[in-house]
């Protein structure tokens, strides 16, 4: 068993989309097309691309879908904190120079 990695890799190819159902004709969906999904995450995808889309169309199974999200949301939260450390850091560095600099602007009115 290994962690997931490389989530947000993987997750960044998949294109949601917009698009008509077959049935019920006329309803607009939000999804993802599965004949796309499978060259990027096969395991979500079953169905063939060969066969008659109006009698077995391809189908994502979206709960294969949700560890990768998971993963993904884990390593932009692992981001997030580094990020939150280095602002962190920035915001002490550019408080001292504007403590400086306000110093030297009080010793350059002595003059």
Do not use: F, W
């Not at 999200?69 to 884990?74: H, P, Y």
């Not at 580094?82 to 560095?93: R, T, V």
Request: hydrophobic share 35%; proline share 5%; net charge neutral.
């Amino acid at each position: 068993m290994q962690n997931v990695s490389n989530a947000l890799h993987i997750i960044s190819d998949i294109a949601p989309k917009t698009y008509e159902c077959i049935k019920p004709s006329g309803v607009t969906e939000y999804g993802i097309i599965a004949q796309e999904l499978l060259k990027i995450y096969t395991q979500a995808v079953s169905g063939s691309p060969d066969s008659d889309v109006n009698k077995d169309p391809m189908m994502v199974d979206y709960s294969r879908i949700t560890p990768l999200l998971t993963a993904g949301v884990k390593e932009l939260n692992d981001k997030v904190k580094i990020l939150s450390e280095e602002n962190k850091k920035l915001k002490a560095q550019l408080s001292k120079y504007e403590s400086l600099e306000k110093r030297l602007e009080t010793l350059e009115q002595k003059k």
